[in-house]
C-alpha cells in the first residue's frame, strides 16, 4: 500500500483466502481505503471462491492475493485477470515451488524463509510502471525506486541472507529449475492426499481443487488421537506437524528442501498409524 496506494482511487482490492490476507488487508486501511473483493470465510478458508473479476473497479489502485495459504493448506490453482488494475501476490510460501507467469502481476513479493532461505530478508518484484508512485509519509527504505535507482543496495544489505539465497537458486537450477520443483512438489503431495482420500480416519481440511502442494493439513477426529500421532511422530524424527492454533489438526510443510524420501517416511507412517489406531 506505500507504493501503490497513491495512483488512481487511493484503493487496495482485496482477495482474503486466509489469515495473511486479512492482515494485509488490514495494514493497508493504514494508507487509505480497501475493498474486500472476496472472502473465504464463510467457507472457513477451507476452498477458494469463485469470484467475478468483470465488477472489479477499475479505478482501483491495485489488488491483492495470497497464493499459497499455509494455515489451510489451499491455494490459487489459476489466478484472477484484474484487467487494468495491478495484481499484487504474496508468494512467500510457494515461490520456487510452482511456475507462475509473471506478467500477470503488478508486483510479487515474498518473504526468503519458506523457499528461498533465511529469515528476515523479503524478495521484491516490481514492473516498472509502478515505481515512484510511493506515498509522501513512505519511509525512504521502504520506497521501492529508491532500490531501484541503487541496484537493489540503498544501504548495507544482510549479505548473508543474500549468500544463502544465492545458494539456495543455485540448486534450484542444478535440480532443472522451478518445473521440476514443482513437480516435486506436486509428487510430494499426492503421495498424503491420496492417504487422505482413501482413509476412514484423516480428514483433510482442504477442498481437494484448491489444495497446496507445500502446505498438506488434515485432522484426526479425536483430541486425544491427535496428541497421540503428534508425540508418535515426533519419536520418528518427523517434526513440527502440530497444526497452526487457529486451525488445530495436522499441518505437513513440504517446501522445496523436504526431500521424496522425508514424505514418504511421513506417508507410511501414516498407513501405519490407521492400521493401529483406525
Given at each position: 500500500?506505500?507504493?501503490?496506494?497513491s495512483?488512481?482511487?487511493?484503493?487496495?482490492?482485496?482477495?482474503?483466502?486466509?489469515?495473511?490476507?486479512?492482515?494485509?488487508?488490514?495494514?493497508?486501511?493504514?494508507?487509505?481505503?480497501?475493498?474486500?473483493?472476496?472472502?473465504g470465510?464463510?467457507?472457513?478458508?477451507?476452498?477458494?471462491?469463485?469470484?467475478?473479476?468483470?465488477?472489479?473497479?477499475?479505478?482501483?489502485?491495485?489488488?491483492?492475493?495470497?497464493?499459497?495459504?499455509?494455515?489451510?493448506?489451499?491455494?490459487?490453482?489459476?489466478?484472477?485477470?484484474t484487467?487494468?488494475?495491478p495484481?499484487?501476490?504474496?508468494?512467500?510460501s510457494d515461490?520456487?515451488?510452482?511456475e507462475?507467469?509473471?506478467s500477470?502481476?503488478?508486483?510479487?513479493?515474498?518473504?526468503?524463509q519458506?523457499?528461498?532461505?533465511?529469515?528476515?530478508?523479503?524478495?521484491?518484484?516490481?514492473?516498472e510502471?509502478?515505481?515512484?508512485?510511493?506515498?509522501?509519509?513512505?519511509?525512504?527504505?521502504?520506497?521501492?525506486a529508491l532500490?531501484d535507482e541503487?541496484?537493489?543496495?540503498?544501504?548495507?544489505?544482510?549479505?548473508?541472507?543474500?549468500?544463502?539465497?544465492?545458494?539456495?537458486l543455485?540448486?534450484?537450477?542444478e535440480?532443472?529449475?522451478?518445473?521440476?520443483?514443482?513437480?516435486?512438489?506436486?509428487?510430494?503431495?499426492?503421495?498424503?492426499?491420496?492417504?487422505?482420500?482413501?482413509?476412514?480416519?484423516?480428514?483433510?481440511v482442504?477442498h481437494?481443487k484448491?489444495?497446496?502442494?507445500?502446505?498438506?493439513?488434515?485432522?484426526?477426529?479425536?483430541?486425544?488421537?491427535?496428541?497421540?500421532?503428534?508425540?508418535?511422530t515426533?519419536?520418528?524424527?518427523?517434526?513440527a506437524?502440530?497444526?497452526h492454533?487457529?486451525?488445530?489438526?495436522?499441518?505437513?510443510?513440504?517446501?522445496?528442501?523436504?526431500?521424496?524420501e522425508?514424505?514418504d517416511?511421513?506417508?507410511?507412517?501414516?498407513?501405519?498409524?490407521?492400521?493401529?489406531?483406525?
Amino acid at each position: 500500500p506505500l507504493n501503490l496506494m497513491s495512483m488512481k482511487s487511493h484503493k487496495g482490492s482485496y482477495f482474503i483466502t486466509g489469515r495473511w490476507g486479512t492482515l494485509a488487508e488490514n495494514e493497508a486501511r493504514k494508507y487509505g481505503n480497501t475493498e474486500i473483493l472476496m472472502d473465504g470465510k464463510e467457507f472457513e478458508y477451507q476452498q477458494i471462491p469463485q469470484y467475478d473479476t468483470s465488477s472489479l473497479d477499475q479505478d482501483s489502485s491495485y489488488s491483492h492475493l495470497t497464493t499459497n495459504n499455509t494455515l489451510y493448506g489451499t491455494r490459487w490453482h489459476q489466478f484472477p485477470d484484474t484487467g487494468n488494475v495491478p495484481l499484487v501476490a504474496d508468494a512467500t510460501s510457494d515461490i520456487l515451488s510452482r511456475e507462475m507467469d509473471y506478467s500477470q502481476f503488478g508486483i510479487v513479493y515474498a518473504g526468503l524463509q519458506k523457499n528461498l532461505g533465511t529469515s528476515g530478508t523479503g524478495l521484491v518484484v516490481v514492473r516498472e510502471d509502478l515505481l515512484g508512485h510511493a506515498l509522501p509519509e513512505t519511509p525512504k527504505l521502504l520506497d521501492y525506486a529508491l532500490f531501484d535507482e541503487h541496484n537493489s543496495i540503498p544501504n548495507t544489505i544482510n549479505v548473508f541472507a543474500v549468500y544463502v539465497m544465492r545458494l539456495v537458486l543455485e540448486w534450484v537450477k542444478e535440480q532443472g529449475g522451478v518445473p521440476e520443483m514443482e513437480k516435486l512438489a506436486e509428487k510430494k503431495s499426492s503421495l498424503l492426499y491420496e492417504i487422505l482420500d482413501n482413509s476412514e480416519l484423516y480428514s483433510s481440511v482442504a477442498h481437494p481443487k484448491h489444495r497446496s502442494i507445500t502446505n498438506v493439513t488434515f485432522h484426526l477426529p479425536q483430541e486425544k488421537l491427535l496428541q497421540k500421532f503428534l508425540t508418535e511422530t515426533d519419536k520418528e524424527g518427523l517434526f513440527a506437524l502440530k497444526g497452526h492454533a487457529s486451525v488445530g489438526g495436522v499441518r505437513a510443510s513440504i517446501y522445496n528442501a523436504m526431500p521424496l524420501e522425508g514424505v514418504d517416511e511421513l506417508a507410511q507412517f501414516m498407513k501405519e498409524f490407521e492400521r493401529k489406531n483406525g
